[in-house]
């Protein structure tokens, strides 16, 4: 179930493939999609992957929550399991993907990210391949190669894409991300990008029969949104695990409007 707050919209403004994106303005649109084992990656391999375009970058000690299993862990359990941000140090920009393994000390690889630009498309991938980590952007791996051990601890919050819950404060929420955001892929038990590759020049295509798509599908994506329907109110799911959304306000997909999931 994917629920959208806020003012987040598909929009075709601004895409990467197909025409539309969902987009996250930095005024606390967001998206939460209901906890799954799925997102409990323990110690096995994975990925975490999206086309996204900044049309503002984070100012100097800010970040962007990109997608974040993290949790609030206020006055209650702890419940930190790993995230995916973006941050500003001083005018250097870093990706950062913290982890913990216990639910509430965090572990953080930063990496620099010195060819970030606003109003560019990237393609975003965080892999976990062993005991080795790894970030890259157009498929050329930047940073070094970091360590992670042992078990992601296996929280019990929901997964929010484009903010963070606030583990400092009850029930506020912080890292807003300024974002078109075109496609997201969350795949468990395999890292899909150990060196460097060539990320799609093509949207996936939707075609069951396809090559690529009956690749894609035989990785077991946790969930897989394109994010560029134009038509109807419906926002399909392509991993299987019907983690699937629906349009919701006097629109139709194509236009500005929120997006809600059901």
Do not use: C
């Not at 359990?77 to 995230?83: M, V």
């Not at 630009?117 to 970030?135: C, F, I, K, P, Q």
């Not at 974002?179 to 949207?203: M, S, V």
């Not at 396809?210 to 109807?232: A, F, M, R, V």
């Amino acid at each position: 179930e994917v629920t959208a707050h806020g003012d987040a919209k598909i929009t075709t403004t601004d895409s990467k493939f197909g025409g539309a994106s969902a987009i996250f303005d930095g005024d606390e649109d967001y998206l939460i999609v209901k906890n799954s084992e799925d997102f409990q990656f323990g110690s096995d391999d994975f990925t975490v992957e999206t086309l996204i375009n900044f049309p503002s970058l984070p100012a100097n000690g800010e970040y962007y929550a990109l997608v974040y299993f993290w949790g609030n862990n206020y006055g209650g359990p702890t419940l930190r399991s790993w995230a995916v941000n973006l941050f500003n140090d001083s005018g250097e920009y870093y990706v950062r993907f913290a982890y913990s393994n216990d639910g509430s000390n965090g572990i953080y690889y930063d990496v620099p990210w010195s060819s970030l630009v606003a109003d560019s498309w990237y393609h975003l991938a965080v892999t976990r391949s062993g005991n080795e980590l790894r970030v890259f952007v157009n498929g050329t791996q930047i940073g070094t190669t970091g360590e992670i051990s042992g078990s992601l601890f296996s929280g019990t919050n929901d997964l929010y894409i484009g903010i963070a819950e606030n583990s400092g404060a009850s029930d506020t929420l912080i890292y807003d991300t300024n974002a078109y955001l075109d496609e997201l892929r969350i795949t468990k038990g395999i890292a899909r990008y150990t060196e460097n590759f060539t990320p799609p020049a093509n949207e996936f295509s939707s075609g069951i029969n396809s090559q690529l798509e009956n690749h894609i599908l035989s990785l077991n994506p946790i969930g897989y949104w394109k994010l560029d329907e134009t038509s109807g109110t419906f926002i399909e799911d392509l991993s299987g695990n019907n983690n699937h959304g629906t349009a919701m306000g006097e629109y139709a997909l194509g236009q500005e409007g929120l997006v809600n999931g059901s």
